[in-house]
């Protein structure tokens, strides 16, 4: 039933992740869809509301000059300071957190700190990450530390994370030891996936397996799978649920993963130019480490090309994804990141909780694949993919794609 | 022997050791000997690739991960959570999780300062983001950091102990930001040197007895008492600290001579010696806006001597003194049997004795 509302759900206009104008109806969704309103872009602003002057609170109790550089970060103000004229951040994981924790009974006052700290921890791996990669920009500016230098930047990564583990600890009640734990390993799984994700491209192509995509992917399921646990821990879930939501939310990363570098590589951007961002970085991304272990000659052909040290030109970009999906890449991603919504989707029905709070969630995780759906909702497999043979661990190298 | 050739031990701060003070070394090997066994396992459960750059930090093995035994420093940290634990009475051995985690979250921070300082060398070897990168370090440090607050979740000692550690290193944090903006300028006041020492090292080290007071069940009145202890005694050490950075015997510290004054640290004797207003505190002040690459041996002594004719050595030493002298009466107001405390008395006082 889940996988038919997955097919079947009519587009969204997907404000939230997608481009504006991108148009992500499933293509010729069968049968009469049901006209339902979706409730996402409101359960965002009522949990936005709810959670961000806490948020703030929490970012104020920084040393002050770390309480800028932080701000800025999550764009609520310019590097003087000054406050942005439209604060971003869509707050999707203190969604799920806030969502979560009311499907089993907890109000705003239990869960806004877990929403609080899973923000903090997400922002916090966001300022490192883009150190580690030595990344420009982040959400279109540049990076804080282009702005405010590295060292500053470590510093202020450091006091989000520190701030995030505060945060569950001062939790009232019996509930913050659990909460409190399951954020630390949260933490541990996200950094174990950071650092897969810094082995991934330096891996020898012939090499570089699901597997290894898999372990980069933590980086992103490992914060998914947190807040759930946070909000199960916060709401009191019997253990089952929180069992099952881990699980949802851990398999919901890593189709959004896959998504992702689908959309990398096939998606349509504005103008019609495509930016091949991933190819032009060399970067192991799941359609590619597919294509590289089908065992066909477009495979073949494909690491012998990225395994030459030559930067790929603008031409040749458009030939390797070609090749890729000649290879089987795109119809072995996208089997597999369909496998992985339908598991986290049929994981969540298991779940139990309240059903309308169930039902926001599970609209929650379709929307945070929105623009990603027609990866994902095409029945039929794409001419000449084979059935899933690969193995069911969620396989997928954690990009940049869900870090927005 | 000319005024800037003496150590510190010979010019000493103004409380001398009691007799018989071996027994300060015997529990650092001791809290070494007890930390060691749980730093590993917790290691072993980092990434490959992050545990290699956390036991290349720890001195377990070389950037190739061939077996060394370099070390992790003196283990004062964890020694003053043992001993607070022993303090509050518990059994030897007591609070050996909250130890490991002390020092995780302390090494974490020396991981992430040689990054940000651009400091080439740590204990003797590469800095780590030298032998492994910059991205490897920055996440080692991170990983060290979370696997801090594991190891406390662990001891299940609840939210005071949670506090005790996510405090200090909100603090340490506001303190080495602190320590690299005072580089960017001209004038640093000896009120923002102390609060910065405060948070560097003071805060951590009070949190490291109050954990250790918690591992014990320690009352609050004794686990805060224990803890003001620490804050002073951290305080006092960071004072050393500064005294080696340029009067220690680089065979003793491992530092080139006058490294501190090389890196134009604001460090509390120099920050002391450019407040006291007389001559040799311009003299000072023009020989720190000079470029470090044109230092040699000479220079370094020149600077020294006049930071010690300005005062600031004395200053430096005096308030060290005072801080131990705090801290053995926080330590004292306890009231506890003296054979519980001496352990802690002993190593305060070699702490601010040490010469290295």
Redesign the interface.
Known sequence: MSDARVLNTPGTDTSGTGTPGTDTSGPGAPGPAAHTPDPVPDLLAECREAVLPALRRAVDRLHPRLALISSYHFGWCGPDGRPARDPGGKMLRATLVTLTARAFGAGPAEAVPGAVAAELVHNFSLLHDDLMDADELRRGRPSAWVVFGAGPAVLAGDALLNEALRTTAEVPGAAAPAATRALAAAVETIIRGQAADLELDGRDVARTGPDDYLAACAKTSGLLSGCAEVAAALAGAPAPAVSALRSAAWDLGIAWQMADDLENLWGDTTGGKHAYGDLRRGKRTYPVIVALRSGTRAGSRLAARLGSAAVPGEGELAKLADLVAEAGGRAGAERDARHHLGRALRALEGAGGDPAAMDDLTALFRHVLGRHERWLSAGGASPGAAPPAGPTEPAAPAEKGPAR | MTTADTTVTERRNTVPAPPGDAGAPRWLRHATDVTDPVLREAVL??????RAVAGYHLGWWDERGRPVAAGWGKAVRPALVLLSARAAGAAPGTGAGCAAAVQLAHD?SLL?DD???RDETRRNRPAAWRAFG???A??A???M???A??LI?RE?L??PA??AL??A??QF??G???D??FEERAEVSLAECSTMAARKTGALMGAACRLGALAGRADGERAAGLEAFGRSLGLAFQHVDDLLGIWGDPERTGKPAGADLHARKKSLPVVAALDSGGPEAARLAELYARDPSLDDPGTLRHAAALVERAGGRERTAGLAGRHLREALDHLGALELPPSRTRPLRDLAHWLTARDH
């Not at chain 2, 459960?45 to 992050?50: E, I, M, V």
């Open positions: 459960s980092l990434h490959p690739r992050a974490s992430h990054i940000i300082d910059v991205a490897g920055l996440l440090g991170d990983a950091l979370a696997l607050a594991s979740q299940d609840g939210a949670t506090a996510n405090e290193v909100q944090i506001g080495q930001f602190e690299m903006a």
